[in-house]
Nanobody
């Protein structure tokens, strides 16, 4: 059984910062890409940022220069540092990992989501 557990969401004022964390646990053999997605009310889930096992990153245009994704492979953990937050960043943020377990090939796993609200 694999679990992705997110933490770090909350309420922040515009211009503020938050750091999200997501730790993967269970019978994990290896992890390929990890990433963060978000879904605002009435909108589709969208990719925010992703990072490969080798450290290559990809960002949505709307967060470039403000958000930074990183990972600690030894801890199976991915982070999202969010700076200069805007009200339009308000959404539920989901962690995603493309990973292989000891009994199955690479599959997408999702966290339960953490709410980020940017408001004055």
């Amino acid at each position: 059984q694999v679990q992705l557990v997110e933490s770090g969401g909350g309420l922040v004022q515009p211009g503020g910062s938050l750091r999200l964390s997501c730790a993967a646990s269970g019978s994990i053999f290896s992890i390929n890409a990890m990433g963060w997605y978000r879904q605002a009310p009435g909108k589709q889930r969208e990719l925010v940022a992703a990072i490969t096992s080798g450290g290559s990153t990809n960002y949505a245009d709307s967060v470039k220069g403000r958000f930074t994704i990183s990972r600690d492979n030894a801890k199976n953990t991915v982070y999202l540092q969010m700076n200069s937050l805007k009200p339009e960043d308000t959404a539920v943020y989901y962690c995603n990992a493309d990973l292989r377990t000891v009994v199955a090939s690479y599959t997408d796993y999702w966290g339960q989501g953490t709410q980020v609200t940017v408001s004055s």
